[in-house]
């Protein structure tokens, strides 16, 4: 209905379009594209309304939707590169990409799919990171904080910090064609031995 008819920009409908917006984010079993270019569409639709607002108090909802909007492009981009042998970089950086969001996407999902990304192009420095970080967060949901997260390899990025943590890690089954094709163990083990060469690989595009 709000992709056909568009959003209004009105208050009252904001938790709505913020509710719509994350609970796709948290999927765990990806939406074709046609689903994430219609969220894309919806989000813009709402931005260009509040563009025309002059309401000091949409300044705020303004860069808060641009803000999803340009999530749910990044998540649109990433599958209308899957099964393209040729794109298969491009999608890794998109979803490295995405790792600056885990305000509202869920961190444990950005951090496991930046590494299953970045391991399937041969980034591998990258990806043992991103893996390890994965592994931080799901034992953070485990104990309910995350009082033990080591933020050394991400001091200087705009990857935040501060994230909430979802109640349990996964809602939906992760995807078997998500688990690395080794066990993580023996990366991260090949990780932690070379760990200080690594944190001068990491960019976020």
């Keep these: ?20 917006a994350t609970d796709m984010f948290a999927l765990r079993k990806p939406p074709s594209y046609a689903v994430w270019a219609d969220l894309r569409e919806m989000l813009f639709s709402l931005c260009k309304g509040l563009e025309r607002s002059r309401a000091a108090e949409d300044a705020g909802a303004l860069a808060e939707f641009r803000k999803l909007n340009l999530v749910a492009h990044l998540l649109a981009f990433q599958e209308a590169c899957t099964g393209q042998e040729d794109l298969k970089f491009i999608q890794a950086k998109q979803a490295v990409s995405l ?5 509202v996407v869920p961190a444990d999902k950005a951090f496991f799919l930046a590494g299953d990304r970045c391991r399937k192009v041969a980034m591998d420095s990258m990806a043992f990171v991103f893996f390890n970080r994965y592994l931080d967060l799901s034992e953070g949901i485990d104990d309910g904080e995350l009082g033990h997260l ?20 996964s809602p939906d089954p ?11 163990q023996s990366q991260l083990h090949y990780h932690n031995h070379h760990r200080k060469h690594i944190h001068s690989h990491i960019h976020i595009p």
């Design 174 to 184: 992760l995807p078997r064609s998500y688990l690395p094709r080794q066990p993580l």
């Design 1 to 20: 209905m709000f992709v056909k008819y568009g959003a209004p920009p009105s208050q009252q409908n904001f938790n709505l379009y913020r509710r719509i």
């Design 99 to 103: 790792i600056r969001y885990t305000d």
């Design 150 to 169: 080591d933020n050394t390899e991400f001091a200087g990025t705009d990857v935040p910090f501060d994230v909430e943590l979802p109640e349990v890690s």
